[in-house]
């Protein structure tokens, strides 16, 4: 049986929690915290989460545990048989990624654990996510999901990205992001509906307090 380590509060683990609950692929959860020790870096090369246990040994990034998911398990298809169809599913993960997550992600301190940014790069996550929003509406077709009537690995992206990109503008840049593109706002109703992300809330609620705690200890 496969082994999702790490946390119910990443949200990078959240998204490869939700493509295998929604093939339907059995799973063990184990807690697992990203660090520099040599039992962590033993496991994950860069130290981070989630990581994939298989027969074959371990898998870290999420995009390509994504993919070997994908690759290897029967169930629901996260991504589209045809060649271009499926290149721009992976297209629209690459733009997630690095055009709103990680800048978001930039200001994840002051948004979620009271720790200041810097004015500079603020500044900077503001511009990145802007432009990374007016990507996402032009290139996605919301329609109703961004790759088109199927549910996608670039839904599963989006929705553990676009909700903490919105957050921080809201939290720190002052900024509604979802009026920059009115379609992710209804595309992330639409996915908070999805029955399988019911669970993956509780389980994150449920891990935050501990989470929280550990944070302020490392503070």
């Given at each position: 049986m496969l082994k999702l380590h790490g946390f119910p509060v990443?949200?990078?683990?959240n998204m490869v929690k939700l493509a295998l609950l929604e093939k339907g692929v059995p799973f063990e959860e184990v807690q697992f915290f990203s660090g520099q020790t040599s039992q962590t870096l033993a496991v994950s090369p860069r130290g981070k989460v989630p990581v994939l246990e298989t027969e074959h040994g371990f898998l870290s990034e999420t995009s390509v545990i994504l993919e070997y998911i994908e690759q290897t398990q029967s169930g629901k298809a996260l991504l589209p048989a045809d060649p271009f169809a499926r290149a721009?599913?992976?297209e629209l993960m690459k733009e997630i990624e690095l055009y709103i997550e990680?800048?978001?992600r930039s200001c994840y301190g002051e948004a979620f654990f009271g720790m200041p940014t810097e004015p500079l790069i603020k500044e900077k996550a503001r511009t990145e996510l802007l432009a990374g929003f007016a990507t996402?509406?032009?290139n996605g077709r919301f329609a109703p999901y961004l790759a088109g009537s199927e549910l996608t690995l670039a839904d599963v992206m989006f929705v553990f990205s676009v909700d903490l990109a919105v957050a921080v503008g809201k939290k720190v840049l002052n900024l509604d992001l979802l009026a920059e593109c009115a379609e992710a706002g209804t595309l992330l109703a639409k996915l908070g509906e999805n029955g399988h992300m019911a669970k993956i809330?509780?389980?994150k609620d449920a891990a935050m307090p501990a989470f929280l705690e550990m944070m302020r200890a490392r503070k």
């Open positions: 990443s949200n990078y683990y721009k599913v992976r990680l800048p978001a996402l509406k032009r809330q509780a389980d």
